[in-house]
Nanobody, 123 residues
């Protein structure tokens, strides 16, 4: 089992950058595939990015490709989401998620979730 705690959200102007972090408890963090998802008010939760347990594979939603970068540091039990070129439509609560067997864009595939961190991008 793993517990996830996100941080790094905040208010930023359009075009700005933020780096989200998700710290995990547990000694088996390196065996988990990790994902970032987001949910804006009145909208469904949507996939942002995912990284495999080794860090060797990453995938991104088309809407963030080229602007966001997911990475992980297994020594620190942390996954990151570097967000550059932020747009007002990126405003949402961002969640990290973990799963030991599944990897990809389906939110229902992930067993463990953090509480979320708010990102607000002003125009």
């Amino acid at each position: 089992q793993v517990q996830l705690v996100e941080s790094g959200g905040g208010l930023v102007q359009a075009g700005g950058s933020l780096r989200l972090s998700c710290a995990a408890s547990g000694r088996t963090f390196s065996s988990y595939n990790l994902g970032w998802f987001r949910q804006a008010p009145g909208k469904e939760r949507e996939f942002v990015a995912a990284i495999s347990w080794s860090g060797g594979r990453t995938i991104y939603a088309d809407s963030v490709k080229g602007r966001f970068t997911i990475s992980r540091d297994n020594a620190k039990n942390t996954v990151y989401l570097q967000m550059n070129g932020l747009r007002p439509e990126d405003t949402a609560v961002y969640y990290c998620a973990a799963d030991q067997t599944k990897y990809g864009s389906g939110w229902s595939w992930y067993d463990y979730w953090g509480q979320g961190t708010q990102v607000t991008v002003s125009s």
